[in-house]
């Protein structure tokens, strides 16, 4: 596709259940993002993979949060026994270049995220 | 500028106004900012960014404007659309490989 697609766009899930996102980056694009939006705030970085290279898991806020990547491409996000301050955007980004390497007008680009809800 | 705690900071402007956005950055060692556009149930979308060395960069209706001296960075819409509504977000990339670091978001609002 022309754009990072996230998938569900809508999920809504009961405290202590699993719950998996998904992210397709834009095609070549070496370098994938997932942040975290609550409510009224910026982007809270969780996880960074840049091609076979082992990510970046240093913003994952518990062991109840893992990603994964598959084939340098697509990547899921996976919360463990949800709670309710689960609750939140999750957005995945991707970008050509290497972390900190941006390209005049090509930095990162944004899916239109997945919006948890933990009741 | 930025927010603290839940509630964004909100810019209201009539249409067809100037719009002026602004941000302080925290690192002195950043050397590359990005001005980004969220729309309502959507995510962030690119508008325009400038690298340390420079000091001013125009793109299509918006200008950025950079003051390392006080850590500023500004985001000017001219002749402000409803269209334009939305909240709007800074970031900053630390020197080296660092990745970005985000602002909390300013919310403007375009009164008819």
Same mark, same amino acid.
């Given at each position: 596709?022309?754009?990072? @697609?996230? @998938?569900?766009?809508? *999920?809504?899930?009961?405290?202590? *259940? &699993? ?31 840049? =091609?076979?290279?082992?990510?970046? *898991? ?12 598959? =084939? ?13 301050? &689960? ?33 | 500028?930025?927010?603290? #705690?839940?509630?964004?900071? $909100? ?32 995510? %962030? ?12 960069? +125009? ?9 390392? $001296? ?5 985001? +000017?819409?001219?002749?402000? +659309? %409803? #269209? ?9 990339? #630390? #020197?080296?490989?660092?990745?970005? $670091?985000?602002?909390?978001? $300013?919310?403007?609002?375009?009164? %008819?």
């Amino acid at each position: 596709g022309a754009g990072v @697609s996230q @998938s569900p766009s809508n *999920k809504v899930t009961e405290k202590g *259940k &699993d719950v998996e996102l998904r992210c397709d980056p834009i095609s070549g694009h070496t370098a994938l993002y997932w942040y975290r939006q609550s409510l009224g705030q910026g982007l809270e970085f969780l996880i960074y993979f840049q =091609g076979n290279s082992a990510p970046d *898991k240093s913003g994952l806020p518990s062991d109840r949060f893992s990603a994964e990547r598959t =084939g340098g491409s697509v990547s899921t996000l996976t919360i463990q026994r949800t709670q309710q301050e &689960d609750s939140a955007v999750y957005l995945c980004a991707s970008s050509l270049g290497a972390r900190g390497v941006f390209s005049y007008n090509s930095p990162l680009h944004f899916g239109n995220g997945t919006r948890l809800t933990v009741t | 500028g930025e927010s603290v #705690g839940l509630h964004l900071p $909100t810019l209201s402007v009539q249409e067809g106004d100037n719009s002026i956005i602004n941000c302080a950055y925290s690192n002195s060692a950043s050397d590359y900012f990005i001005w980004y556009k969220q729309e309502s149930g959507k995510g %962030p979308q690119f508008i325009i960014d400038i690298r340390s060395n420079m000091d001013k960069r +125009q793109g299509q209706r918006v200008t950025v404007l950079l003051n390392k $001296t006080v850590k500023h960075l500004s985001l +000017q819409i001219a002749a402000t +659309q %409803p #269209g334009d509504s939305a909240v709007y977000f800074c970031a900053e990339k #630390g #020197g080296g490989a660092d990745g970005l $670091t985000f602002g909390k978001g $300013t919310h403007l609002i375009i009164q %008819p």
